[in-house]
């Protein structure tokens, strides 16, 4: 397995921090939250784009948890 890079990292903090400045669940309706849900849909992206692209065996021995 390879290893992360600087740019992985940098895009895992980015995500965890925007994790992390969720707005409260009762502003849900708010503009806040809006602009929140996109930023942190782009960083989302970005991070699984960038997992297809370092570690591409990786996703096909992944075994999922059963729930």
């Given at each position: 397995?390879?290893?992360m890079d600087h740019e992985g990292y940098e895009i895992l903090k980015q995500l965890v921090s925007?994790?992390?400045g969720a707005p409260y669940p009762n502003v849900v309706?708010?503009?806040l939250y809006r602009i929140w849900y996109e930023h942190a849909q782009q960083i989302a992206i970005q991070c699984l784009e960038y997992i297809?692209?370092?570690f591409p065996k990786d996703k096909?021995?992944?075994k999922?948890?059963?729930f």
């Open positions: 397995m390879k290893k925007d994790v992390q309706d708010n503009e297809d692209k370092n096909d021995n992944t999922m948890p059963k």
